[in-house]
Every structure is written in structure tokens, then in C-alpha cells.
């Protein structure tokens, strides 16, 4: 049962990280910018409030996010996947699963191996770890690196719905301040 929520919120991940990787690499045909800004001082905001009836929830982007829905049929009943992923100076992505009534799961089991299964499928390397209740719901906070990037990331447990909030930061730019207004920003509404 613990590879139904892992494995769903770890296609999340690989969403996001293969966008970061598409949208870092360098255009050869443009010019060198000699004016390009300190990679420690991103200066772009998050100006979008991003609000999702069907999920509940308000997040802070910096753009409109790309949508992407995912129904998959499983041993424990059939769950549909939600991403939303935009770019700005860093990859920012929430998503969600809605499963099946009748698949139980173990709660904190379930967010510990989100966590342990992301950082191996990613090939990356835990940096800290901490359980929380926030707003009232469950979650589990960690941030991991991989050679290139910096990836934080949280899962709350709102009732029976897994959400993932992730960031993933090119490794030497500073976009603290960015990643702590998106974490921050997100609310639930539970009506």
C-alpha cells in the first residue's frame, strides 16, 4: 500500500525536475548576456496566486502553472494525480492524489516513504528532514540535493488527500526568500 502515494507524488518530482532540466539549458544561438543578474540575488516575486477549485487550495507562482492529470488504475482501486508546475527562477510545483474510498493507507508511514522513495529515485542526498502539523494537518518537510540542484519539498495529509508542494533550485542561486513565500502561501480551504 505505501507504493501507491509514493510512487504518485513521485511522477510530481520527475514532472518538475525534467522541466527544470528543459528550461536551464543554455540557447546557443543567443547572444552571452553581460548584464545577467548575480545568480545569489533572483529578482523576480511571486505574483500569481494560483487558486484551484477542484483542489481546495491558493499557492503564490510566479506565472500561471501548466496543468497535468494522470488517472491511473491500481491494486488498490483507481486514483487520479494532479500537477501544477510553473517556472520562474526556480521550478515550483504542488499536486495531489485522490484515491479510491476503500484504499487505507498509514498515514505517517505514507509521507516517510514519499520522502525515502524521491530522494532514491531521484539519486539525491537527504540534507534534513521534519515531521509538522501545520494548519492543523499532518506533514513532512525535507529538502535533498542532487549535483545540480537543491530541491525542497512538503506533504500534508488533509484528510484523505496526499498534497505535494516542491521547489527545485539550480545549486548556487540563492532563491530563499522565493521558496519561503511559496511554502508559506499555500491554504487550504476545507469547504
Same mark, same amino acid.
Given at each position: 500500500m505505501k507504493r501507491c502515494l509514493a510512487v504518485s507524488l513521485l511522477l510530481l518530482t520527475i514532472c518538475a525536475l525534467a522541466y527544470s532540466q528543459e528550461h536551464s539549458q543554455p540557447n546557443a544561438s543567443a547572444?552571452? *548576456? @553581460? %548584464?545577467a543578474p *548575480? @545568480? %545569489?540575488a533572483p529578482s523576480e516575486q511571486l505574483a500569481t496566486t494560483f487558486n484551484s477549485e477542484l483542489g481546495r487550495f491558493s499557492i503564490l507562482m510566479p506565472t500561471t502553472p501548466t496543468e497535468?492529470?494522470?488517472k491511473t488504475d491500481s491494486e488498490h482501486g483507481p486514483y487520479t494525480s494532479y500537477t501544477y508546475i510553473a517556472k520562474g527562477q526556480s521550478v515550483y510545483a504542488i499536486g495531489w492524489v485522490d484515491y479510491d474510498p476503500t484504499f487505507n493507507f498509514n498515514r505517517i508511514g505514507e509521507l516517510e516513504a514519499n520522502?525515502?522513495?524521491l530522494i532514491?529515485?531521484?539519486?539525491?542526498?537527504?540534507?534534513s528532514t521534519k515531521t509538522l502539523t501545520l494548519d492543523g494537518y499532518q506533514a513532512i518537510e525535507f529538502t535533498a540535493?542532487?549535483?545540480?540542484q537543491s530541491l525542497k519539498s512538503r506533504v500534508y495529509l488533509v484528510g484523505r488527500r496526499p498534497y505535494q508542494l516542491l521547489t527545485v533550485t539550480k545549486k548556487g542561486l540563492d532563491d530563499s526568500n522565493n521558496t519561503d513565500r511559496f511554502f508559506a502561501s499555500f491554504k487550504i480551504r476545507t469547504q
Amino acid at each position: 500500500m505505501k507504493r501507491c502515494l509514493a510512487v504518485s507524488l513521485l511522477l510530481l518530482t520527475i514532472c518538475a525536475l525534467a522541466y527544470s532540466q528543459e528550461h536551464s539549458q543554455p540557447n546557443a544561438s543567443a547572444p552571452p *548576456n @553581460k %548584464s545577467a543578474p *548575480n @545568480k %545569489s540575488a533572483p529578482s523576480e516575486q511571486l505574483a500569481t496566486t494560483f487558486n484551484s477549485e477542484l483542489g481546495r487550495f491558493s499557492i503564490l507562482m510566479p506565472t500561471t502553472p501548466t496543468e497535468s492529470i494522470s488517472k491511473t488504475d491500481s491494486e488498490h482501486g483507481p486514483y487520479t494525480s494532479y500537477t501544477y508546475i510553473a517556472k520562474g527562477q526556480s521550478v515550483y510545483a504542488i499536486g495531489w492524489v485522490d484515491y479510491d474510498p476503500t484504499f487505507n493507507f498509514n498515514r505517517i508511514g505514507e509521507l516517510e516513504a514519499n520522502r525515502d522513495n524521491l530522494i532514491k529515485g531521484l539519486k539525491a542526498t537527504l540534507v534534513s528532514t521534519k515531521t509538522l502539523t501545520l494548519d492543523g494537518y499532518q506533514a513532512i518537510e525535507f529538502t535533498a540535493e542532487t549535483s545540480e540542484q537543491s530541491l525542497k519539498s512538503r506533504v500534508y495529509l488533509v484528510g484523505r488527500r496526499p498534497y505535494q508542494l516542491l521547489t527545485v533550485t539550480k545549486k548556487g542561486l540563492d532563491d530563499s526568500n522565493n521558496t519561503d513565500r511559496f511554502f508559506a502561501s499555500f491554504k487550504i480551504r476545507t469547504q
